[in-house]
């Protein structure tokens, strides 16, 4: 019951989001952990794809994991890949030199499930033959599970976080719009529609985006430049009334 309880908390912090996590970082922490709770596993590596749509490893790996072999049929089948004996196995050859020159016999490579865009693998090695059975198996299919929510839950946060900026972003914008707008009501006697055409009018004659010019006129007030800061937009005097 003791070892239930401990994989039970050990998976709930593989899972855990540090603050700033990046999923290279999350995963590089997930990767260490799984070293230390798979049974004959003496390291383990991440393959994902990158927003470009190749393929890289997260942390280090013992081989060149796009080389032909058990990971990338993995990632093209969407199925496990067992390696059980580098020495003795004849489907990836190279595969299986390059493993064995680094001092390894055995690998295994199971699909990540993660959202619809995302694809990744995880690789768990061992410098002994046939050290993955039925009971290794089924936990890391257990930690390919929650290698997904980790990948799924920074994507998510960093989505979320890319839209609460993006959000800010607009409100601030439309607040200093709105600044601006009331300046030049204030100033002019225009109404709503004319002080936001004249805003329109300054961004094209000065090739610079709206927002850039509404946070000009505000800064212009404040520093009681404001004349001065319409006639660089070229806003003169007969375009005010």
Not at 66 to 87: F, M, N, Q, S, Y
Request: hydrophobic content about 40%; proline content about 4%.
């Amino acid at each position: 019951m003791s070892g239930l309880v401990t994989l039970a908390a050990e998976l709930a912090e593989m899972t855990r989001l540090v603050e700033g996590d990046d999923v290279h970082s999350a995963f590089d922490r997930f990767t260490a952990r799984a070293s230390g709770t798979i049974p004959g596993c003496d390291h383990a590596a991440l393959t994902v794809r990158t927003h470009r749509g190749d393929f890289e490893t997260v942390g280090t790996s013992p081989v060149n994991l796009l080389e032909p072999g058990p990971v990338t049929e993995a990632l093209i089948h969407h199925e496990p890949r067992r390696l059980d004996d580098a020495a003795a196995d004849e489907r990836w050859p190279t595969f299986s030199t390059q493993l064995l020159l680094a001092g390894w016999r055995a690998c295994l490579s199971l699909p990540v499930p993660t959202g619809e865009r995302g694809q990744a693998v995880l690789t768990v090695f061992s410098r002994d033959a046939d050290r993955f059975g039925e009971s290794s198996y089924d936990l890391v299919m257990l930690l390919t599970l929650n290698a997904g929510a980790v990948f799924d839950n920074v994507s998510l946060y960093h989505h979320s976080t890319r839209l609460v900026e993006q959000l800010r972003t607009a409100l601030t914008t439309r607040a200093t719009i709105g600044q601006a707008q009331g300046l030049l009501m204030r100033q002019f006697g225009y109404d709503a529609d004319a002080a936001f055409d004249t805003l329109t009018r300054a961004s094209q004659n000065s090739n610079r985006k709206l927002r850039d010019v509404a946070a000009s006129m505000v800064e212009a007030h404040n520093n009681r430049t404001f004349t001065a800061v319409l006639q660089a937009f070229d806003l003169s005097a007969p375009d005010l009334v």
